[in-house]
């Protein structure tokens, strides 16, 4: 399997080489606020099989062991990482080329969800994060 995709000026790009473990759209008030959108919707992938092809973007630490990275030219947000847990990374679902593939399973974060905020899925749906169970 290659996937690719990169930001919206072309300055990064990256390949990704495994199927993607999971894709989900995140609620929450960080992503929100990093990105400008509603929600963000990630697909998570083994670190291994994921690599920049192209230019550099720029870390962020939204917050404590978190990083994320940006094309420092166009501003798009491509991942998203813990210094925790080295067995994933998450890419922004609608940075790949490609993205029509890789449906959400599930909606994380609604506890921050904005209140008019409507999808009309049956997709489950988590106050907090799918690992957390609830
Ligand atoms: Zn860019
Ligand atoms: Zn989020």
């Known amino acids: 399997m290659k996937l690719e995709g990169g930001c919206h000026c072309g300055a990064v790009r990256y390949a990704i080489s495994a199927k993607p473990m999971q894709s989900m759209i995140c609620h929450c008030r960080t992503c929100r606020r990093v990105s400008g959108g ?3 919707a990630w697909i998570t992938v083994d670190p291994a099989a994921f690599a920049i092809t192209r230019g550099e973007p720029k870390p962020y630490s939204s917050s404590p062991g978190v990083a994320r990275s940006f094309c420092c030219d166009c501003g ?4 998203y990482a813990r210094e ?3 067995s994933y ?3 922004t679902t609608t940075t790949l080329d490609d993205p029509d593939p890789f449906p959400p399973s599930h909606h994380s974060w609604l506890s921050h969800d904005i209140a008019w905020v409507k999808f009309g899925d ?3 749906k988590y106050r907090k994060s799918r690992a ?3």
Do not use: K, W
């Open 38 to 40: 509603l929600v963000v």
């Open 76 to 79: 798009a947000q491509l991942t």
């Open 84 to 86: 925790d847990d080295a």
């Open 89 to 91: 990374i998450d890419i």
């Open 122 to 124: 049956d997709l489950p």
């Open 132 to 134: 957390d169970g609830v």
